[in-house]
């Protein structure tokens, strides 16, 4: 006799699923009175607002106000990264917008700002992100009256979310104000703007920065763009009949001025007057160089981010000060003896944001260089009474080009760029010395896309860029101190190391060395992506071997060029 059926009868198979379906019921019953504490504490925010704005009475009185802010305040606070945490913050924004209106209380328009700002920082991809730079713009116009920044506040509108749903206000501001300001510019002396018709400028790259090194024969210009663009250069010969000094100039195509960068960049280091930048045509950009006296010029481009460099070389008849240095070191000892080599830059590659290559165990490239190069230095110092200057000294990003360039306004004698080899496959190791030309293999090439991380294309038409700029006698110097490192290396760290690779002395073209107005040379000390090597690099013992090989290379270096006639 059966006394019990079951109502449904489940084949085994199926009793997973049912499990997992359960289980999900039961995370969502959990899960709900968190979400509904959310949604409760963000409505009665909401609430609040919509009271405030409803009632004359309310809406006179500070008190009521900050009791909204509060409510978004609290929300947000407690889920900073929660779905609606963007609109909590944006909403702090618009009210404190809203109580200027009454208090009139600069606090209370700086604290609109602040937040409005953080929405666009924050959450740069929310719905929030265009409005409240948008707000920005109107803030500016508005109650500070200052057009100028207001231009630049409905600009990074277009530019920063060209599908936002703000962009055609946005636009409409700009032309308004470029009526306005233009009216106005001869009685309040406004900075003139950029006429770059506002439908365009979402299809424009954007000219960003100018940034500049001087010394007393070396000027470098480096121009900022936010994507690759065409550009033509043109030197003017000087036009004594309306007082214009010779002058080089760089049309930038499909660009448009960042508003941000208004008038001109004083240099005044003997070769260069100045530096000006103007929104020559709807679409392009003209940089001029007001010159004072220079002999050559060298321009190229760099990508990733990509920017233009002028390298500009003469006899300055200024002395120029280097920052720090207002007066003459004392002679070392090797002034002293005469010797070519007084002072020597040491690159560590990487830093900051950028890592370099990791190794198995997470050993970073940007740490062994930097404690290589320190250990170098003090060694430069010590053993060789040499002066050793660090591009960077802790964990801080520089850009390839301001590498070469604190080099040349120092003067160095020799540039050495250190780092630390990586490759796919993790067998690979040894060591390697590089000088700045052409690859001559395509192992040489692929270590030079890496280092200045573009990709293989880039480094063939790099290589273009190469044979226009001038390279001469350096290129033979270089190579003379690559020899003599990759010898003192191979000679130091046999000595306590076993399975030390030569990897020779190779050419390629690396950012980091193009410039350089001294003997240069990239040193790659060993393969991170080896496990092996890789625990070797992380060692201050194997670091110190290192430094003391580079350190026999450069002393070895120095006694040959005191060999040859016309040197040192």
Known sequence: MIFFRPIINVPPRFCWLISFLLLLVWMAVAVAPVSAARQDR???????????????????????????????ESYYRKYPKGRQADEALYATAKLYKGLY????????????????????KRFPKSRFADDAQYQLGE??????????????????????????????????????????TGKRRSKQKLPRLPKVPPVALTSLSRVTDIRHWSAQDYTRIVIDVN??????????????????????????????????????????????????AAQYKPTVVRVVLDIETIEDHKIFSLSDPFRIVIDVTGESRKRVLLPGKGKVPSITLAQQLGLGVKKVVIDPGHGGKDPGAVGPSGVREKDVTLAIAKKLQKKLREELKLEAILTRKSDTFLPLEERTALANTQKADLFVSIHTNAHKNRRVYGMSTYILNVATDAEAARLAAFENAVSAKRISDLEKILNDLMLNSKINESSRLADAVQHGLLKRLPKNYSRIKDLGVKQAPFYVLIGAQMPSIMVETSFVTNKREEKRLASGAYQDAVADGIIAGIRSYIKQMERIPGQG
């Open 42 to 72: 963000l409505k009665g925010a909401k609430d609040c607002s919509r009271r405030l704005y409803k009632s004359k009475k309310r809406i006179r009185y500070r008190d009521q106000w900050k009791r909204c802010i509060q409510g978004y």
């Open 139 to 180: 803030i500016y116009r508005r109650y500070k009256k200052d057009l100028e920044r207001a231009y630049v506040e409905y600009f990074k509108v277009v530019m920063d979310f060209p599908h936002g749903d703000m962009k055609p206000r946005a636009q409409k501001r700009l032309a308004q104000l470029e009526s306005k």
């Open 101 to 120: 209106g009454y208090s009139r209380l600069s606090s209370d328009l700086s604290e609109a700002i602040n937040r409005f700002r953080q929405v666009v």
């Open 227 to 276: 994507g690759q663009i065409d550009y033509s250069s043109h030197l003017l010969k000087p036009d004594p009949a309306i007082g214009k000094p010779p002058r080089l100039y760089i049309d930038l195509r499909n660009s448009a001025l960042d508003p941000t960068f208004v008038g001109a960049i004083p240099i005044g280091d003997g070769l260069l007057r100045k530096v000006r």
